[in-house]
């Protein structure tokens, strides 16, 4: 009777330190040690950093292992103790961000090719620790060889129609760095706000940065709640959430949308505009709070005419915005938007009008070419690349622009075919605004992603050869915040479909699959608890 007890406990041990081997994204290779032998991790273990490039990754691990557990790693080896050591291996994998991972009776080893690798492998460490606040933590023995699939693996957050404060893009960037993602798209300027402060244009934030009400409910709106609302982050700031991000092998990518969304910058300065003294239109049966004449920062979602008129007035405004955006962020890549630019003004504009004709274009689509290529000379002059949503298309393609793809795989398509960059965002599948559940008791803009429709995206269209298929450079989600009105909001759409993005960006193609993704998520979501993440009701749904 005895042994047969000591057997279950024994089963039920090995079963358990099993289970802790659920890592999302899953690794290109992974070698689990027979009967689930485990090192155990406390605050008597230590850590030793070879390079002193990779103390960032010993930073995070460390802040991770005091926020959830309770206990830190002290630095350097003594005997008897467990050890998590950090080195640099460049004789593996080629690959940017590859790493392995070893636990064994020795301790912890984690190796990289370069930095970010090491700091991808204390990812993978940090899903090995049971997702529970304990003293004394049971790490599974098991080797793990890695790298990642594409180079470009993001998420946007609009912080336009909904501000956001520094406090929560941390913890946004600290879900990325969780899941080895390595961009944040920063979506920075709306018809609804402009958030991020230009020296030069203080009205940009003192004005543009605040509309007087905002809609009630899903758009046209029941009425509207006559608040103040708004805020923008100082160039401090902003400096301080790219410092943030950088330690965390992430790089900003900042958006400064032009030639359309652009009533915010409108509003502070009219001049901007193809129609300086008309008043700002807005939709019918929109209830609109506080003055009505004037240009006014917008108090509704959707898309609107007043767009930035192509003087030279404009272009010295925008090049100054691009002098004081590029000493913040050191990203190569500078976003400029380029989506949902009616052409209504420009077509009623004598100015737009005898523009067209000088410059020989056909109309106003290759209007807003002209304006989006003599942005981009500019930007290239300063070192850098733009991105751009894939209208960017219509008119002709700026020279080295990137697209982004999101009104279908269509566009990416094309870019990819004419030999340009490109960046998957698709609305069916990785719009993250999206319901994940029906019905949805929380409002969204509509649509139905599920989390499985998530996993199930591939990047690379068929419609692509092998050589057309390299210039996609990843994906990314996008999270526009109509119907998000706090962070707790965010979560809850992000979560778990992050997860399920994470392992397509990151995994090999012929890995996936949900059979097997699922039962990971399910421990994942314990994670979530740890972290006291807000997450969708989207378990039930699997």
Request: a positive charge.
């Amino acid at each position: 009777m005895k042994r047969t007890t000591f057997l279950l406990i024994l089963l039920m041990f090995v079963c358990q330190v099993f289970a802790q081997v659920n890592i999302i994204p899953k690794p290109v290779k992974m070698v689990m040690a027979d009967a689930g032998q485990s090192l155990d991790l406390s605050a008597a273990s230590r850590i030793v950093v070879t390079d002193t490039r990779l103390q960032n990754s010993a930073d995070f691990l460390n802040d991770y292992l005091v926020q959830y557990y309770g206990f830190m790693l002290k630095s350097g080896e003594t005997r008897g103790a467990s050890v998590v050591r950090l080195s640099l291996n460049s004789s593996g994998d080629r690959t940017e961000g590859a790493y392995t991972l070893s636990v064994g009776k020795q301790g912890v080893s984690i190796q990289g090719r370069d930095a970010v690798g090491v700091f991808y492998g204390v990812q993978s460490l940090i899903q090995l620790l049971p997702p529970v606040k304990s003293a004394s933590l049971k790490v599974p023995f098991v080797t793990v060889t890695d790298a990642p699939r594409f180079a470009y693996r993001g998420m946007h957050l609009d912080v336009g129609r909904h501000f956001f404060p520094v406090s929560f893009l941390k913890k946004y960037i600290d879900y990325l760095a969780l899941h080895k993602m390595n961009y944040f798209h920063w979506h920075l300027t709306e018809d609804q706000g402009w958030r991020i402060e230009i020296k030069k244009y203080p009205k940009l934030t003192q004005v543009g940065g605040y509309r007087t009400g905002t809609i009630i409910g899903h758009f046209p709106g029941t009425g509207n709640d006559n608040k103040r609302y708004g805020g923008f982050y100082t160039q401090e700031e902003v400096k301080d959430v790219v410092n943030y991000a950088a330690k965390r092998y992430i790089t900003v990518v900042p958006e400064i949308e032009m030639p359309g969304h652009s009533s915010a910058a409108i509003a502070a300065y009219p001049e901007l505009s193809c129609f300086p003294q008309e008043s700002t239109k807005f939709p019918e049966k929109t209830v609109w709070a506080g003055d009505t004449t004037g240009k006014q920062v917008q108090q509704t979602w959707g898309v609107f005419e007043d767009v930035f008129a192509p003087t030279e007035k404009t272009f010295a405004f925008l090049q100054d915005v691009i002098d004081e955006v590029v000493t913040l962020f050191p990203s190569k890549y500078i976003h400029i938007g380029g989506d949902e630019s009616p052409k209504e003004n420009w077509k009623r504009s004598a100015f737009c009008q005898q523009l067209i004709k000088e410059k020989g274009l056909k109309d106003e689509h290759e209007l807003q070419s002209y304006f989006i290529q003599r942005m981009e000379k500019y930007i290239n002059k300063k070192g850098r690349t733009i991105i751009g949503w894939d209208e960017i298309l219509e008119g002709g393609l700026a020279p080295n622009a990137i697209v982004m793809s999101w009104r279908g795989e269509a566009g990416g398509i094309a870019a990819a075919k004419q030999r340009h960059k490109v960046i998957m965002t698709p609305g069916s599948h990785v719009y993250f605004d999206h319901s994940q559940v029906k019905p949805d008791d929380s409002l969204t803009i509509g649509g139905y992603t599920t989390v499985r429709k998530v996993y199930s995206y591939e990047p690379v269209p068929k419609e692509l050869s092998a050589s057309e298929a390299k210039y996609v450079l990843g994906a990314q989600a996008n999270v526009w915040t109509e119907y998000m009105k706090n962070p707790l909001k965010v979560e809850y759409q992000i979560f778990p479909r992050m997860s399920a993005l994470s392992e397509v960006l990151w995994s090999p193609k012929n890995s996936r699959d949900w059979a097997d993704f699922e039962p990971r998520l399910r421990e994942q979501i314990r994670r979530y608890d740890l972290w006291k993440v807000h997450y969708g009701p989207v378990v039930k749904e699997m």
